[in-house]
């Protein structure tokens, strides 16, 4: 409680600094060049922190796919000028570099809170650093971050990207059984996401784990950096490389899309009965335009990964400028998808959870 309070004394004095700092450089006229443009991008800003609203610095990833394309505008819903807040949004097009310096500048401006969604799960240490010193409250969103101190963040919100993974494995492990097939028979390819984030580690360490299990073999792996034009490049390599490939697995959607583009060029099928030779596609995410193809069962399965995490970093804040304690991780609450309702549900670490069937009447309200 008290520590909130000296926060945000700490920051009406940062923010009463920067304007000063601002308005004396603009009677001045002072610095360098490359100082000047570092005030010129932050003038809108410092105007905006003039008007009582909270301001939050959001280091996004980038526009590699429909889910970050979805998070991007729950984000920018939440927060608006109308609901109280400034919102300085910094997109740092998949390169961690950039993604740092936004966080610098972040402190440099004096926000109340920073909001990162990190690009790789390493290399934070240095610039969380900073922003401790600096006492602004940061919340790690969407992927993990591995740093050496956990007091560098204060909270942490996203998507158990592990327990999806083992959600889909298990799928696969139980419809494979269900239709007989023998699974030292499933040879699996693997387009990852950006090699070293968060969600590709944990997506890839369930595959790992459920092929040593079942006795599946993990053929190959090629990235595919979340994007449908990489995915699809993955794919192609992968088909050309092991033409005994009969499942890919996807660390998200937009690969999905590629990958089934390579397929068709190559000639094969996208499909479920792997038994004749179709090759079984599963992926991340649950994008509208992968519940489709779920119902038609081109994709056979499909992790959910919800996007909308605006509303519960609100929360968060809101919690935190009433000085009320948080929880340090908080999950987002998702399920997974798949072609059949054959397997209604499938137990994870001696959990259950239901599988759902793709209907019209979830396509219609499906939202992205
Ligand atoms: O699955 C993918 C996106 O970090 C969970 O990043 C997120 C992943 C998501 O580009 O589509």
Aim: with cysteine; aromatic share 8%; glycine share 8%.
């Amino acid at each position: 409680m008290k520590m909130m309070k000296n926060h945000k004394k700490n920051n009406r004095i940062r923010r009463f600094a920067a304007l000063a700092l601002a308005a004396a450089c603009l009677v001045a006229g002072c610095g360098s060049s490359s100082e000047e443009e570092a005030w010129d991008t932050s003038s809108e800003s410092v105007d905006a922190l003039n008007n009582g609203n909270i301001t939050v610095g959001f280091a996004q990833v980038g526009e590699e796919s429909d889910w970050r394309r979805a998070n991007s505008d729950s984000i920018r819903r939440t927060f608006t000028t109308e609901n109280g807040y400034n919102l300085l949004f910094e997109d740092a097009q998949n390169d961690q570099s950039v993604q740092i310096s936004s966080v610098s500048r972040f402190i440099q401006e004096g926000v109340d809170y920073i909001v990162l969604e990190p690009i790789l799960e390493t290399g934070w240490d240095t610039v969380l650093e900073e922003v401790k010193k600096a006492g602004i409250p940061i919340i790690v969103a969407d992927r993990t971050i591995s740093v050496e101190d956990e007091s560098l963040y204060t909270v942490w919100v996203g998507s158990d990207v592990r327990l999806e993974g083992d959600k889909v494995c298990a799928w696969m492990h139980s419809y494979l059984s269900d239709i007989g097939f023998d699974e030292s028979g499933v040879n699996v390819g693997v387009i990852q996401g950006t090699v070293g984030s968060g969600a590709q580690l944990g997506r890839e360490q369930s595959l790992r784990l459920a092929a040593e299990r079942y006795g599946w073999s993990v053929l190959g792996y090629e990235e595919g950096e979340f994007t449908q034009a990489k995915g699809r490049e993955a794919a192609e390599k992968l088909l050309e490389e092991y033409p005994e490939m009969n499942v890919l697995y996807c660390d998200n959607d937009n690969e999905a899309f590629g990958a089934l583009e390579a397929i068709d060029a190559a000639g094969k099928t996208a499909g479920t009965d792997i038994e004749n030779g179709e090759i079984m596609v599963v992926a991340f995410d649950a994008t509208k335009k992968a519940l489709q193809y779920v119902q038609d069962g081109v994709i056979a399965c499909d992790g959910e990964c919800d996007p909308d995490n605006g509303p519960m970093i609100e929360e968060i804040i809101q919690k935190l400028e009433a000085g009320e304690s948080v929880p340090k991780k908080q999950y987002m609450d998702e399920t997974i998808f798949a072609f059949t309702d054959s397997i209604s549900s499938v137990e994870v670490d001696g959990t259950s959870y239901e599988v759902q069937a793709v209907t019209d009447d979830l396509l219609n309200t499906r939202e992205y």
